[in-house]
C-alpha cells in the first residue's frame, strides 16, 4: 500500500476541517504547512487592494511566502493529498512554496480545494510549474463535506 501524506494550508480552519476528515479516509499521516507569519483576518480581505492576499495573488504573484516547517522523510510518501483554499481562482502562492521545497519527482498528488463557490480554474496548471510531480486529480470540496462522500470520491481516484 502506498504511503500517503494529506498536506494542507489553511488560513481560517475551513480546510483543516475537510484535511482532519480527509486522512482518515486515506489513512494517512497529517501536514499543516504553517506560514512563517500567519495570515490575519486584515491580511484575508480580498477587497482591500492593499491587503498581504491581494498583493501576494494579484500583484506579485511570483512571491512565495516562507513557511514555518516542513514535512519530516518526504521520501516516504507516494501519494500527496494537497489541500487550500482558493484565492484568486487558484492555489495561494504559498502552496508554491511547499512545492517547491521538495523534490516531488514520483509523487502523485491529488489536489482538494476548499471555497464558497469558486471551481479550480486553471489551479492545477499553474502549481505543476512549481513541481516535477504527476497531479493526478483535483476537486473542489464543500466545507460540510461527509465522511461517506469523501470515501466515494476516493474510490474514483486512480494512484
Do not use: H
Not at 501524506?5 to 494517512?28: I, M, P, W
Not at 479550480?120 to 502549481?127: A, D, E, S, Y
Amino acid at each position: 500500500m502506498s504511503k500517503v501524506l494529506v498536506a494542507y494550508f489553511s488560513a481560517t480552519g475551513t480546510t483543516k476541517n475537510v484535511a482532519e476528515k480527509l486522512v482518515k479516509v486515506v489513512d494517512g499521516d497529517l501536514f499543516e504547512i504553517v506560514p512563517e507569519e500567519k495570515y490575519t483576518s486584515a491580511d484575508l480581505n480580498w477587497q482591500d487592494s492593499k491587503s498581504r492576499s491581494s498583493y501576494e495573488m494579484k500583484d506579485n504573484p511570483s512571491f512565495r511566502p516562507a513557511i514555518f516547517n516542513t514535512v519530516n522523510n518526504m521520501d516516504q510518501y507516494e501519494i500527496i493529498f494537497l489541500g487550500f483554499p482558493i484565492w484568486w481562482y487558484v492555489a495561494p502562492t504559498i502552496i508554491n512554496t511547499f512545492l517547491e521545497s521538495y523534490d516531488l519527482k514520483d509523487k502523485k498528488i491529488v489536489v482538494f480545494a476548499t471555497s464558497g463557490s469558486s471551481g479550480l480554474g486553471n489551479t492545477i496548471k499553474k502549481l505543476q510549474e512549481s513541481t516535477n510531480a504527476t497531479f493526478i486529480s483535483g476537486k473542489r470540496i464543500d466545507a460540510n463535506i461527509s465522511k461517506i462522500e469523501l470515501q466515494n470520491w476516493v474510490k474514483t481516484l486512480k494512484y
